[in-house]
């Protein structure tokens, strides 16, 4: 295992997730405030029903190409194989999808008002399919990624600034979101040329796909229902406003999630390439590695929202927003054991071909949450739909857990977590100082943030953690070597 590009990619990860955490961080307060929280209803509605059509046309055939392509990348010939059949599939499932949408559109009497929203929104999926990024991510080229995406936002950052600042400008912002995603994928189909060569085929081992396909595509079926059935839930019963409110704290919640979740995506390709060659050796460390990530990052988040969650849910989208306080604290608990589950799924059963029991454990929670939902949310509303969460992702991440076999061993968990939890307790120390003498909402989150990273770093680097220093040693060694 080459430590060295382990951790560049980690690096290179971290910052692109974090482009697309500043990205909304930015975006959010502005376009809450312009377009009002009916727009913003309307905006994440139209989201919540693309993400079901997407599942159609993605099919689950992402992850299941950065499995397969990983395996051959070392031939140039099969890999242009491999990537053209999926990419085909892809393009036959997409048009699928198309014809479903339209379908919606045209016969449901509840989307005749979201007709040409959903229509805009829904030319992502096409730009997505084309841009087959999943041949970057198993080629392990984050660092291109991570620039793209920076670059991409950047301009949709000042597109947004340019041409929105009216309510009824929604869909011109729901076309710059288009373009943020849609741009990168475009240059995606020039870049990936340096990899292999990728065209349409009529030559498709149906056999081979399908069926690893469609379990790709049922357990990310089962996953979206509970991501997203509590927003639909909540505006069919509640209406738009509801959903705006809601909407803050879900993307607050898939933001952080995001986040800790990227690691997955350093880690998959060599983990695939490990299972293939059964040598658990390699496949025990990249597995602690990934887990080391997660405690070190996961644990300070779930901290940090906690203790500032009335200023983010201010700062990000304002006063008229902060019935999404409760819902968000809720779901801070949501992603403990969404950070759990992902663990067991993204970074064990995927590489290793199993996703069958991410299957079983994805349906389990789903109709757990689609049943509470349509029960609970009629009368206790979005704190219910964050509560749904919370139990769904407990559900399954307790099924995935009796799963793992044997043979993944992860030495020193106790040390593992015991220098995070330390640096957490400084966190908490921060917060409550800065809550008690610091005034302000903006100044208050910016210092308690600011000071709890120096803090949660400080007390890590003073107990050695292991983790911090393997991540700054490739930034130190450069930075003597130039000297």
Not at 338 to 354: K, V
Request: proline fraction near 2%.
């Amino acid at each position: 295992m080459n430590k060295e590009q382990i951790g560049k990619n980690t690096i290179y990860s971290v910052i692109k997730q974090i482009s697309t955490i500043i990205f909304p961080l930015i975006t959010f307060p502005y376009i809450s405030r312009v377009l009002l929280v009916d727009n913003v209803g309307k905006i994440n509605f139209g989201e919540s029903v693309i993400s079901y059509v997407s599942l159609i046309a993605s099919l689950g055939i992402s992850t299941y190409a950065v499995r397969e392509c990983s395996k051959v990348k070392e031939s140039k010939k099969e890999l242009s194989d491999i990537a053209s059949q999926i990419l085909s599939i892809n393009l036959i499932t997409t048009i699928i999808a198309y014809i479903v949408l339209g379908i919606l559109l045209l016969f449901v009497d509840k989307f005749e008002d979201y007709r040409l929203l959903i229509g805009i929104q829904s030319i992502t999926i096409i730009f997505t399919t084309l841009g087959a990024d999943w041949l970057n991510t198993a080629m392990e080229d984050l660092k291109f990624i991570a620039v793209r995406t920076v670059i991409f936002q950047v301009v949709a950052l000042s597109l947004m600034f340019i041409f929105v600042h009216k309510p009824e400008h929604y869909y011109i912002y729901a076309l710059i979101t288009v373009i943020s995603g849609g741009g990168a994928n475009i240059v995606n189909m020039v870049y990936r040329r340096r990899y292999c060569d990728v065209s349409i085929t009529t030559k498709i081992e149906y056999k081979k796909h399908i069926v690893p396909i469609l379990l790709m595509f049922s357990m990310i079926l089962s996953q979206t229902i509970y991501c997203n059935s509590d927003i639909t839930i909540v505006g069919l019963i509640h209406g738009d406003h509801e959903v705006g409110i809601y909407s803050v704290a879900v993307k607050i919640y898939n933001i952080v999630n995001a986040l800790v979740a990227s690691i997955s995506f350093v880690v998959m390709p060599k983990l695939s390439y490990w299972f293939e060659k059964n040598n658990y050796d390699e496949i025990n460390k990249l597995v602690k590695y990934a887990l080391n990530f997660m405690v070190f990052l996961g644990l300070p988040c779930l901290i940090g929202i906690n203790i500032i969650t009335s200023e983010l849910v201010q700062i990000i989208a304002g006063e008229q927003y902060l019935d999404a306080v409760i819902p968000l604290r809720i779901l801070s608990i949501a992603l403990l054991f969404s950070f759990l589950g992902g663990f067991c799924g993204n970074i064990i059963f995927l590489p290793s071909g199993r996703e069958a029991i991410c299957l079983r454990a994805g349906v389990t929670s789903a109709i757990v949450n689609l049943v509470l939902n349509i029960i609970l949310i009629p009368k206790y509303g979005i704190n219910a739909a964050a509560a749904t969460t919370a139990f769904s992702e407990l559900i399954s991440f307790l099924i995935c857990k009796k799963y793992i076999e044997r043979e993944i061993i992860i030495k020193g968990i106790f040390k593992m977590i015991k220098n995070p939890v330390f640096g957490c307790c400084g966190i908490i120390a921060v917060g409550l100082l800065g809550n008690t003498f610091i005034s302000g909402i903006i100044t208050r989150a910016i210092v308690i943030i600011f000071l709890s990273i120096v803090v949660y770093i400080g007390i890590l680097f003073v107990l050695k953690d292991e983790f911090l220093l393997s991540m700054l040693n490739p930034v130190i060694s450069k930075f003597t070597t130039k000297r």
